[in-house]
């Protein structure tokens, strides 16, 4: 056969190759990936999946999968576990095959808050029902491996160990321990009276003022929620009888929280101090995504945990506070105390006996100041001559008519704006806080006055003014009348204080009743309510002194 003859052929033979290898992959493609107008199908009903789970909303993926009960419940977990800000799901590579199925992937970003972020990548499957396309349901859709009746869930973590609150001597005060809540859960209690009764006599030998009658009225107002009736110390748990796991509907559930190192110290310091140190705890408090499988320990999937805060120095004088306690207790009316460093204007320590808990008196409230200060007030009106600037300027100098925010003292809500400036301050009009009576004894024994502070390193925010100098012509008037109250006035009967200077005043029979003394570097006040306040506040300031 001739060369050109045998080149044809070769080359019509190659060409029917190509066509028969063409029309099997065509074959091939029929048989595997469709069309794009199937495509388009399936990617919007991936995308109504992803778009559901993104707005956290359950339900409605659990409707898009082919087990919508069990997608919905394991959603509901995950979702409800996670608490995240914000969900965002991407479809990817969606493959479509001819025999009605379908695979994909998902990357699911999680958004905690700043710099809080978990991603996951997971693959899934989908098929065409009569319905519509449905992804077909698998735990791993949400994580990979994920068993049946698992789910994700973000948590706090925290730095250790805790700060602890350090006193005036650099000595820890307070510090985080563990406690055990003592917990009823309404829906396993078949009989609330007899469970009420069962758990106070449990608990008896260590918290005897928590009654039936007390049990029973915190589940009514609970309205069916689980409550926890108190917490112990470890070491409390130890002095009861039974165990309080052993009553019908009632769980010791180990928690841990900020408690005063000697439970002598009863203080409304440290519910304002609990305050800031879980402000400072939440600053440094990290996170971490969990996979949680059922009867297995969580598997850490991701999250991020800085540095521990150092312990936080404050003020506070252990020994002061007994005294204080001891105090407030010398009347049955109500009694608080206050005692300021005179040098620094920081808060040493603060007490209130029952009738002034009762009362909710405050160390940061306003109440009128009778005429305790009606020295200090004449002396002010006197040197202003009437201008309402002066007025304001040389009560701010004496630490008066400001606003103090103390971090770990004002309490949330708490007041701590200036009150509204006056032409001139009398006794009708005014109102002071313990605080601000603190600050004002402060700064006659400074010269000038200081923002009160508790915590070393948090600085008070001051408002309707400044801290500054003393004015002579209002300083000099008011130590005198403090020395006069104490060699001839109300607080001259008072004994064991050398160098005592003090205002002593009432605001009628009914009080209040104040006192504001220096005396050893300190400086001590003493507010009560109901009548005879101004005595029974001299009471207490004599307990004082005797004590320390």
Same mark, same amino acid.
């Given at each position: 056969?001739?060369?050109?003859?045998?080149?044809?052929?070769?080359?019509?033979?190659?060409?029917?190759?190509?066509?028969?290898?063409?029309?099997?992959?065509?074959?091939?493609?029929?048989?595997?990936?469709?069309?794009?107008?199937?495509? +388009?199908?399936? +990617?919007?009903?991936?995308?109504?999946?992803?778009?559901?789970?993104?707005?956290?909303?359950?339900?409605?993926?659990? /409707?898009?999968?082919?087990?919508?009960?069990?997608?919905?419940?394991?959603?509901?977990?995950?979702?409800?576990?996670?608490?995240?800000?914000?969900?965002?799901?991407?479809?990817?590579?969606?493959?479509?095959?001819?025999?009605? +199925?379908?695979?994909?992937?998902?990357?699911?970003?999680?958004?905690?808050?700043?710099?809080?972020?978990?991603?996951?990548?997971?693959?899934?499957?989908?098929?065409?029902?009569?319905?519509?396309?449905?992804?077909?349901?698998?735990?791993?859709?949400?994580?990979?491996?994920?068993?049946?009746?698992?789910?994700?869930?973000?948590?706090? *973590?925290?730095?250790?160990?805790?700060?602890?609150?350090?006193?005036?001597?650099?000595?820890?005060?307070?510090?985080?321990?563990?406690?055990?809540?003592?917990?009823?859960?309404?829906?396993?209690?078949?009989?609330?009276?007899? *469970?009420?009764?069962?758990?106070?006599?449990?608990?008896?030998?260590?918290?005897?003022?928590?009654?039936?009658?007390?049990?029973?009225?915190?589940?009514?107002?609970?309205?069916?929620?689980?409550?926890?009736?108190?917490?112990?110390?470890?070491?409390?748990?130890?002095?009861?009888?039974?165990?309080?796991?052993?009553? #019908?509907?009632?769980?010791?559930?180990?928690?841990?929280?900020?408690?005063?190192?000697?439970?002598?110290?009863?203080?409304?310091?440290?519910?304002?101090?609990?305050?800031?140190?879980?402000?400072?705890?939440?600053?440094? +408090?990290?996170?971490?995504?969990?996979?949680?499988?059922?009867?297995?320990?969580?598997?850490?999937?991701?999250?991020?945990?800085?540095?521990?805060?150092?312990?936080?120095?404050?003020?506070?004088?252990?020994? &002061?506070?007994?005294?204080?306690?001891?105090?407030?207790?010398?009347?049955?009316?109500?009694?608080?105390?206050?005692?300021?460093? &005179?040098?620094?204007?920081?808060?040493?320590?603060?007490?209130?006996?029952?009738?002034?808990?009762?009362?909710?008196?405050?160390?940061?409230?306003?109440?009128?100041?009778?005429? #305790?200060?009606?020295?200090?007030?004449?002396?002010?009106?006197?040197?202003?001559?009437?201008?309402?600037?002066?007025?304001?300027?040389?009560?701010?100098?004496?630490?008066?008519?400001?606003?103090?925010?103390?971090?770990?003292?004002?309490?949330?809500?708490?007041?701590?704006?200036?009150?509204?400036?006056?032409?001139?301050?009398?006794?009708?009009?005014?109102?002071?806080?313990?605080?601000?009576?603190?600050?004002?004894?402060?700064?006659?024994?400074?010269?000038?006055?200081?923002?009160?502070?508790?915590?070393? *390193?948090?600085?008070?925010?001051?408002?309707?003014?400044?801290?500054?100098?003393?004015?002579?012509?209002?300083?000099?008037?008011?130590?005198?009348?403090?020395?006069?109250?104490?060699?001839?006035?109300?607080?001259?009967?008072? *004994?064991?204080?050398?160098?005592?200077?003090?205002?002593?005043?009432?605001?009628?029979?009914?009080?209040?009743?104040?006192?504001?003394?220096?005396?050893?570097?300190?400086?001590?006040?003493?507010?009560?309510?109901?009548?005879? /306040?101004?005595?029974?506040?001299?009471?207490?300031?004599?307990?004082?002194?005797?004590?320390?």
């Amino acid at each position: 056969m001739k060369s050109g003859v045998w080149a044809r052929l070769t080359v019509t033979r190659w060409m029917l190759i190509v066509v028969v290898a063409l029309t099997a992959a065509t074959s091939v493609a029929a048989c595997g990936i469709l069309g794009s107008n199937k495509e +388009s199908e399936l +990617s919007a009903a991936l995308h109504r999946f992803a778009d559901a789970i993104g707005a956290q909303d359950a339900t409605k993926a659990g /409707s898009l999968t082919s087990a919508p009960a069990q997608a919905t419940d394991a959603y509901t977990s995950t979702l409800t576990s996670m608490r995240a800000q914000k969900v965002q799901v991407t479809v990817q590579d969606p493959v479509e095959y001819s025999d009605g +199925s379908a695979n994909f992937s998902l990357t699911t970003s999680w958004q905690f808050g700043k710099d809080r972020t978990f991603t996951i990548g997971t693959k899934g499957s989908a098929r065409k029902l009569s319905a519509g396309w449905r992804v077909q349901w698998d735990p791993s859709l949400i994580a990979d491996g994920l068993p049946p009746g698992g789910y994700l869930r973000q948590v706090r *973590t925290d730095a250790r160990p805790a700060p602890a609150l350090l006193s005036s001597t650099r000595q820890p005060w307070m510090s985080l321990q563990p406690v055990n809540d003592i917990v009823v859960d309404p829906a396993r209690v078949k009989n609330p009276a007899a *469970t009420a009764s069962a758990l106070a006599a449990t608990l008896k030998p260590i918290a005897p003022l928590i009654t039936t009658s007390t049990i029973r009225s915190q589940l009514d107002m609970a309205q069916g929620k689980p409550v926890t009736v108190v917490s112990l110390r470890d070491s409390d748990m130890t002095v009861l009888d039974s165990d309080p796991d052993d009553v #019908t509907g009632v769980s010791v559930v180990k928690n841990s929280d900020l408690l005063v190192i000697d439970r002598r110290i009863n203080t409304p310091l440290t519910a304002t101090a609990t305050d800031y140190w879980q402000t400072v705890r939440d600053a440094t +408090s990290g996170w971490e995504v969990q996979r949680v499988d059922p009867g297995r320990r969580p598997i850490r999937l991701d999250g991020a945990q800085g540095p521990a805060a150092k312990s936080l120095s404050t003020s506070f004088d252990p020994n &002061a506070q007994l005294t204080l306690g001891d105090s407030v207790v010398e009347v049955a009316q109500a009694a608080s105390m206050l005692v300021l460093d &005179a040098k620094t204007g920081g808060v040493v320590a603060a007490a209130q006996n029952t009738a002034a808990q009762n009362e909710k008196v405050t160390i940061t409230d306003r109440y009128t100041p009778g005429t #305790t200060l009606d020295p200090v007030f004449a002396a002010v009106n006197a040197a202003a001559g009437g201008n309402k600037d002066k007025t304001r300027q040389l009560a701010n100098g004496l630490g008066l008519e400001l606003g103090y925010m103390v971090p770990g003292l004002t309490p949330k809500g708490g007041q701590g704006a200036a009150p509204a400036s006056q032409v001139s301050l009398d006794s009708a009009s005014s109102r002071v806080s313990m605080l601000e009576m603190g600050a004002f004894g402060a700064a006659v024994a400074r010269g000038d006055a200081v923002a009160p502070t508790f915590f070393g *390193t948090a600085p008070t925010v001051v408002s309707g003014g400044k801290v500054g100098a003393a004015d002579p012509s209002v300083l000099n008037p008011v130590r005198a009348a403090m020395a006069k109250t104490v060699a001839t006035g109300d607080a001259s009967d008072l *004994t064991g204080a050398p160098g005592l200077n003090a205002l002593v005043g009432t605001n009628g029979p009914q009080g209040p009743g104040w006192f504001v003394g220096l005396q050893g570097g300190k400086v001590v006040v003493v507010y009560c309510t109901g009548a005879k /306040s101004g005595t029974a506040a001299l009471q207490v300031a004599q307990k004082y002194f005797r004590t320390m």
